[in-house]
């Protein structure tokens, strides 16, 4: 097989990690619950957390609440009822920490609001009523800087909002009203890159832009107001490549890539896009796995996709001479790209680094 660690690839736009997705193996733990005489429907894909997958399922006699597996019959489990009896609690939004898994659920008499657990019924508790009374506060959009998690959240005196939480209710506040009063800023698309907390948010003077925050009000900053007034420029599909951020934004134009390190001044477009091209280069592998030479290299796929985790398209390159090569007639949008090299015996090795690219 040939080497997979010779195989680097390199794209005219950026270089993103190769991540995998791990979700639970729904029908394993239907098989499971229905060997303990329960029917269950499970609706969330599960959160790996502490050795189990975490998500949310629905019985007739308890409705969907938060459950919990790891892929035995005894370690599969209610951690707790919630909404006590045939009603849901809903979790949605499973997030995991350290020390705990935050997530929103529903009781009717506060609403959806910020939960977590440790595991256990007994550590499953709610952390506070944002939107006090049957309100919903939402809680959603988790991410994790310095050991705080970050969210946004409704209150109806400030609106849709950024929140911070430490998993107690003395612990969980909002960290600006970047909207003062009930107008909402909506931030979404929350991003962690270089110590920094970057999202896209609304104001009436910018519109939706990039903003970025250290957890504090005065840190809570326009990072970049990309199309200058209030139209905004609507930055999305926030990437982290290293200690920066590549999102996209759309103006008359069409659409543009953006870099950002944090800073006014480094936060600039990427110019050169060629419409419907992508380029792509490699280092051509020299060994195989075992740490032999590699002398039947016969070529190389091309492996592409909308969906990074799936790739479900590829182009085969029958030349091992070739490292590197210009592909056409892309529709716009993102596009995630891998290299495999394939032998004389037509065995493919494992990918390269995923790269990613806007084709505009």
């Known amino acids: 097989m040939v080497r997979v660690i010779a195989l680097c690839i390199a794209c005219m736009i950026l270089v993103c990690p190769q ?8 029908g394993l733990v ?43 019959p005894g370690g599969t489990m209610l951690v707790k009822d919630i909404y006590p009896g045939p009603g849901s609690s809903s979790p949605s939004g499973l997030f995991a920490t350290e020390g705990l898994l935050y997530f929103q659920a529903f009781d009717p008499i506060r609403g959806r609001e910020l939960w977590v657990s440790d ?12 939107a006090i009374g049957p309100l919903n506060g939402a ?8 050991g705080q998690v970050y969210f946004r959240a409704y209150e109806p005196g400030s609106g849709t909002e950024l929140w911070t939480s430490d998993g107690t209710a003395a612990g969980t506040y909002m960290v600006r009203d970047i909207v003062p009063g009930f ?13 920094k907390l970057f999202f896209r948010a609304f104001d009436l003077a910018h519109g939706t832009e ?9 840190g809570t900053v326009l990072c970049a107001d990309t199309i200058p007034g209030g139209q ?9 490549v290293g200690n920066d951020l590549y999102f996209r934004t759309r103006d008359a134009r069409g659409l543009h890539l953006w870099k950002s390190d944090g800073t006014s001044a480094g936060t600039v477009t990427i110019e050169g896009l060629v419409p419907g091209k992508v380029q792509l280069s490699w280092r051509a592998p020299s060994f195989n796995t075992d740490g032999t030479a590699l002398g039947d290299l016969a070529g190389y796929r091309i492996r592409h996709g909308s969906n990074p985790f799936i790739l479900e398209n590829h182009i085969d ?44």
Not at 19 to 26: I, L, N, T
Request: charged share 15%; proline share 8%; hydrophobic share 40%.
């Open 19 to 26: 991540v995998r997705a791990y979700q639970v193996d729904k």
């Open 30 to 72: 239907r098989e499971i619950l229905a060997d303990l005489g329960l029917q269950v429907a499970i609706a969330d894909p599960g959160t790996a957390w502490n050795g189990a997958i975490y998500f949310a399922a629905a019985d007739p006699l308890r409705g969907m609440e938060l459950w919990r597996s790891d892929g035995t």
């Open 119 to 130: 595991g256990t019924a007994a550590g499953t508790r709610l952390v506070r009523d944002i």
């Open 139 to 146: 809680p959603a959009n988790f991410a994790l800087l310095n």
């Open 183 to 195: 107008i909402s800023s909506f931030p979404d698309e929350l991003t962690v890159v270089g110590g």
């Open 210 to 218: 990039l903003w970025q925050s250290d957890g504090t009000p005065r």
């Open 232 to 240: 905004g420029g609507a930055p999305s599909q926030l990437n982290v």
């Open 317 to 360: 390159l029958p030349n091992p001479s070739l490292d590197s090569i210009e592909l056409n007639e892309f529709p716009p949008g993102p596009q995630w790209f891998a290299v495999t090299a394939v032998n004389s015996a037509g065995v493919e090795s494992g990918r390269s680094n995923i790269v990613f690219t806007l084709v505009r």
